[in-house]
Nanobody
Framework: QVQLGESGGGLVQAGDSLRLSCGAS??????????MGWFRQAPGKERAFVGI????????FYTDSVKGRFTISRDVPKNIVYLQMNNLRPDDTAVYSC?????????????????WGQGTQVTVSS
């Protein structure tokens, strides 16, 4: 049973920073063998892709609106993936979730057969 759990959300002001964590657990699960992604869902909107790190750690890519502000990193021994968010804006307000899938294409598409966490709320006030 694979479980993903996010933490680190909160209420901040525009321009502030937050670091979200996604902890992964499971008998044989390792983030080194899965592509890990971050997604967000704002009120009244569809879930949206934020960024991804590949299983081997060689590749990261982000949606345009967060490029230069958000960074994904990971601690493989601890099975944790981070989302560092800088210069936050009110339109970054959303529930942020992490997901895992062996296929980057399916992960990017927010496939239903990915492993998903429950999400953590990020609220950015102006």
């Amino acid at each position: 049973q694979v479980q993903l759990g996010e933490s680190g959300g909160g209420l901040v002001q525009a321009g502030d920073s937050l670091r979200l964590s996604c902890g992964a657990s499971g008998p044989t699960f390792s983030i080194s063998r899965y592509n890990m992604g971050w997604f967000r869902q704002a009120p009244g909107k569809e879930r949206a892709f934020v960024g991804i790190v590949s299983g081997d750690g060689s590749t990261t890519f982000y949606t345009d609106s967060v490029k230069g502000r958000f960074t994904i990193s990971r601690d493989v021994p601890k099975n944790i993936v981070y989302l560092q968010m800088n210069n936050l804006r009110p339109d970054d307000t959303a529930v942020y979730s992490c997901a895992a899938h062996r296929s980057i294409a399916k992960l990017t598409a927010a496939s239903a057969d990915a492993y998903w966490g429950q999400g953590t709320q990020v609220t950015v006030s102006s």
